[in-house]
């Protein structure tokens, strides 16, 4: 098959377009799969993150933002039940106590597990800045092996802000808050309106969600400003 001329990343690697893909285009659903890697370190116009003044206070748990949510829900068996509390500025700690049901080698966390744990805790940050985003980029390193019935002691901070684009870093200790680091990431979170979610989501989820008495649960859900 004819392939076009590789070309250089922001990593170094080589990307090679294929043939087919979309250019130019951007959006929820047709983010061209040839779009660049842009870097996770924030341009020199970014601001520092402020946060709301509504925030919870340092040390208040954050709660879940959704029942059915695989990261921090209660209404899942074998989700990770990851319980987030806010911390100074736009900062949380968080735990993850693993489950069997999150191995992937025998008696050890899988890798993927751990990665949603670091996900789970850095998307928790908006909350804080009373933001609506998403995960745009997630880089992740595996330090050490976390085994099954750990406590896995998370923090994430925000660093950055441009435009729509949110800067932040999380790592993972086990053995103790002041533990080995076991997991790291930094992440790059992209803000997007309330329609992201409803013109995306299967609809039974969303009216579910939107239809609740709680307000502050419905603002919760998708992370937005009551
Ligand atoms: C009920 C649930 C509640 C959810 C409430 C939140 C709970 C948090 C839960 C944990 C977090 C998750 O799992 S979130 C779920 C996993 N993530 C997703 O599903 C996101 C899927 N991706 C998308 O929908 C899209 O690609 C978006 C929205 C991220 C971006 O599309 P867009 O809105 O059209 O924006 P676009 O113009 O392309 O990009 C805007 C700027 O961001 C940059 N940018 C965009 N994407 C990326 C990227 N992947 N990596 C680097 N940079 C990127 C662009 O270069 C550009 O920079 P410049 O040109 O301006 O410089």
Redesign the pocket.
């Known amino acids: 098959m004819a392939r076009g001329p590789a070309q250089a990343t922001d990593t170094g690697r080589e990307r090679i377009p294929r043939k087919g893909r979309v250019s130019g285009v951007?959006?929820?659903?047709n983010?061209p799969e040839s779009?660049?890697?842009?870097s996770l370190t924030p341009p020199p116009d970014a601001t520092a993150p402020a946060r709301h003044p509504d925030a919870p206070a340092p040390g208040e748990l954050l709660g879940a933002?959704?029942d059915q949510?695989f990261?921090c829900g209660e209404g899942l068996p074998h989700g990770l039940h990851l319980a987030a509390r806010a911390d100074e500025g736009v900062s949380v700690t968080a735990e993850f106590t693993v489950q069997p049901a999150h191995q992937g080698a025998p008696g050890l966390a899988h890798g993927g597990v751990l990665a949603t744990a670091l996900?789970?805790t850095?998307?928790?940050l908006?909350w804080l800045r009373r933001a609506?985003?998403?995960?745009?980029?997630l880089e992740s390193d595996f330090l050490r092996p976390v085994p099954v019935g750990s406590v896995l002691y998370l923090s994430a901070r925000c660093t950055a802000v441009?435009?729509?684009?949110i800067y932040s870093s999380a790592e993972g200790r086990i053995g103790g808050p002041d533990g080995p680091v076991a997991v790291r990431a930094e992440a790059?979170?992209?803000e997007?309106k309330l329609d992201?979610?409803t013109q995306?989501?299967r609809p039974e989820?969303i009216r579910a969600?939107m239809s609740d008495p709680d307000q502050v649960k419905v603002a919760r859900?998708?992370?937005v400003n009551p």
């Open positions: 951007s959006g929820a659903t983010r779009a660049g890697r842009p933002h959704y949510c990261g996900d789970e850095l998307g928790s908006n609506i985003a998403v995960t745009g980029r441009a435009g729509r684009k790059l979170f992209i997007v992201h979610f995306n989501g989820e969600a859900a998708f992370e």
